[in-house]
């Protein structure tokens, strides 16, 4: 219609194509919206309005950066602009910066207390941030207030699923789909609940190979079971071959696992299986136990104790077996940064003793199309009572340190590729300080809605990388099958 006026009367074009470059953006034609809005300001180039308009354009044609400049503009000429401040506040949270965003998005409410579009900016900003139980307290609390918004509905449902509560996120979903039944958010989340609540099979195989020799294949099967949203069940086996020069077992176990989401604080892990290190040989039993608490969105608290084999054919063939005590701690100190560290004692059943402390840091420095890079850095010690070469590394003192670097990138729909790659220097006591790396890969790929491949890949030369001590290289693929 604006075209066919254009053509019949030219004079009138210049003044009209803002009104056109406004209805192109909301018909999700940003570049054409963004050359009308240009012809206009040709001749306004002062117009504020006329800025305001392009600034959103440019958002909306993903031009983040040039789009941010121009709201720091705008909010320089009218500092009190609420919508100039709404939009700015939006773009950075756009470009993952939450952070600033949040900060803005408070700014606003302090001056414009329940704005509606400000409280809405902040829960998406908190919830895309990680901080899920803030960002579903928001919602709720909209909830309570009478709020009609369906979006207030749906970012509560994802609120509630990324924290690690399905069973809260149903109710939500549900309602918002009444609404918005062909909504392609609303769908994804319906099929990934879905999804979780589906019985599967996975079935695996690894192969692994040190430097001295020693290879270590393996079959695996698990059938997990659903039993609700907080509880699922697990039936696992696995079958394979432990060989070095020396010989060739092999190793063979079966068991249960038991997975349970006691509160938004609280979640477990309990397995157990009857282990049989070769053929004709007596099984024993092996397991673990795994507490998991998040007393809120920045911290999260690891306990656990397992009682397993020593992985390699001398250790297997004598029945060494080992009872590990773990505490861990992951604090999430910003949108970006991420600190851990953890403490392991490992007790074993020829009477030796070793403790294992690590700390890590990771900080995602940059985002690109689909996908981040980041830095870390790692420290390791492990300390050992007696050197008895009973099949397992066991040294005075080792230390290893270093940076690394990961990069997460989603190739395509569900496509999701990882890298983590890391250096250092690796010591033991009285002995040379050398170099060492890893270097692992992974690739996650959906084959159909309820059918997904996976495959891993790994080398490393570090002490640390097997139980034998030696260098090794390892691979794994696995097939996942929903019910």
Not at 19 to 34: H, K, N, R, S, Y
Not at 137 to 160: I, T
Not at 300 to 326: H, M, N, Q, Y
Not at 329 to 355: G, I, K, P, T
């Amino acid at each position: 219609m604006f075209e066919r006026l254009f053509q019949s009367h030219p004079e009138l074009s210049p003044e009209m194509r803002l009104d056109l470059g406004t209805q192109e953006i909301w018909a999700g034609d940003p570049v054409a919206a963004l050359r009308d809005i240009d012809l206009y300001l040709a001749a306004h180039p002062d117009d504020f309005e006329a800025l305001q308009t392009r600034a959103l354009a440019l958002s909306h044609a993903n031009r983040l950066g040039e789009s941010l400049a121009l709201y720091d503009q705008l909010q320089r000429r009218n500092p009190g602009n609420l919508d100039v401040a709404l939009d700015r506040a939006q773009v950075l949270s756009w470009m993952g910066r939450h952070e600033e965003a949040n900060a803005s998005y408070e700014r606003i409410l302090k001056d414009h207390p329940g704005d509606e579009r400000a409280r809405m900016g902040l829960a998406q900003s908190l919830n895309s941030s990680g901080q899920h139980r803030r960002a579903a307290a928001m919602y709720e609390e909209m909830q309570r207030q009478g709020s009609k918004d369906p979006e207030v509905a749906k970012g509560l449902a994802y609120a509630r699923y990324w924290s690690g509560r399905p069973d809260r996120a149903r109710e939500a979903l549900n309602e918002y789909l009444v609404q918005r039944p062909d909504d392609a958010e609303g769908r994804s989340l319906a099929t990934l609940l879905a999804r979780d609540q589906n019985r599967g099979l996975t079935v695996g195989y690894s192969s692994s190979e040190d430097s001295d020799d020693l290879r270590v294949r393996r079959t695996s099967l698990e059938y997990r079971w659903p039993v609700d949203e907080t509880t699922a069940w697990s039936l696992r086996g696995h079958t394979g071959e432990v060989d070095d020069p020396g010989g060739r077992l092999h190793p063979f176990d079966l068991g249960v696992k038991h997975e349970k989401t006691w509160s938004d604080r609280w979640s477990s892990q309990v397995a157990a299986s009857a282990y049989r290190p070769d053929d004709g040989k007596p099984a024993v039993g092996i397991g673990e136990l795994n507490l998991t608490h998040r007393p809120n969105d920045r911290f999260r608290v690891d306990f656990g104790l397992a009682k397993e084999p020593v992985v390699t054919r001398k250790a297997l063939e004598d029945g060494i077996r080992v009872s590990i005590l773990t505490g861990g701690v992951d604090w999430r100190a910003s949108e970006r940064v991420r600190l851990h560290a953890d403490q392991r004692f490992y007790y074993y059943n020829d009477d030796n003793q070793q403790s294992r402390t690590s700390m890590a840091a990771r900080a995602w420095m940059a985002d690109f199309s689909h996908g981040r890079i980041g830095v870390t850095f790692g420290v390791e010690r492990l300390s050992t009572n007696h050197d008895l070469d009973h099949g397992y590394y066991d040294p005075g003192l080792y230390t290893e340190f270093g940076p690394g670097v990961e990069i997460e990138k989603e190739l395509r729909e569900g496509w999701d590729l990882g890298i983590k790659a890391r250096v250092g220097m690796q010591k033991e006591r009285n002995a040379k300080q050398e170099p060492y790396h890893n270097l692992d890969a992974s690739l996650e790929v959906p084959l159909g809605t309820l059918l997904g491949f996976g495959f891993e890949i790994s080398n490393s030369n570090s002490n640390l990388t097997s139980s034998s001590g030696f260098a090794r290289t390892e691979w794994a693929a696995y097939l996942t099958k929903g019910f």
